[in-house]
């Protein structure tokens, strides 16, 4: 997952199209940003991630430790945003094999997840393995796999990564 400057919601002062001043305005009942000088509207749309969590042949499930902010050295599924021209199994399958150096398939849709205090709305589909050694991508300090009674609970990066787990054990029919 990428790093927290989209989260703020004061990121642009000035006009993307004609560099004017933003100023919030009520419009459609909402305060929104809009240039003073073109009437550019900034709508601040959630953004979409896509990730995946790998199942191995053990059935033991594969999380990644974060190097980066937010919630850096915490434990959560492969994931990061989509880019326009992406498909959200293909934005997940790639960022799986960069951050933890996986081939995966998917094999289902766990969910979406979307919470009021994020912006962010997360596609998680379950996947198996295809190929690819497990190791850590750039973007993580550790890649690992874990037995399904040996999660770590206690370090989990994101409410979506909790939510994920809970959603596959409660599919498999173990509870956590
Ligand atoms: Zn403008």
């Given at each position: ?11 642009l ?27 550019f ?14 199942v ?11 190097a ?24 997940a ?79 498999e029919?173990?509870?956590?």
């Amino acid at each position: 997952m990428p790093s927290a400057s989209w989260q703020s919601d004061e990121g642009l002062n000035f006009c993307p199209r004609c560099a004017g001043p933003l100023v919030p305005r009520e419009i459609e009942r909402r305060m929104r940003p809009r240039c003073e000088r073109c009437g550019f509207i900034w709508y601040q749309d959630p953004k979409v991630a896509a990730g995946t969590l790998p199942v191995m042949d053990d059935g033991s499930l594969v999380l990644v430790r974060r190097a980066i902010q937010p919630q850096r050295g915490c434990w959560t599924y492969p994931g990061g945003f989509m880019d326009r021209g992406e498909t959200a199994p293909g934005a997940a399958v790639r960022e799986t094999r960069e951050e933890c150096l996986l081939e995966v398939e998917p094999t289902g849709l766990l969910g979406v997840y979307s919470y009021a205090t994020s912006i962010t709305v997360v596609v998680v589909y379950a996947a198996r393995v295809t190929g690819g050694t497990l190791a850590a991508g750039p973007e993580c300090l550790e890649a690992r796999a874990f037995a399904v009674s040996e999660l770590p609970w206690e370090d989990l990066a994101f409410s979506s990564t909790r939510d994920v787990l809970n959603d596959y054990l409660r599919r498999e029919g173990g509870a956590p």
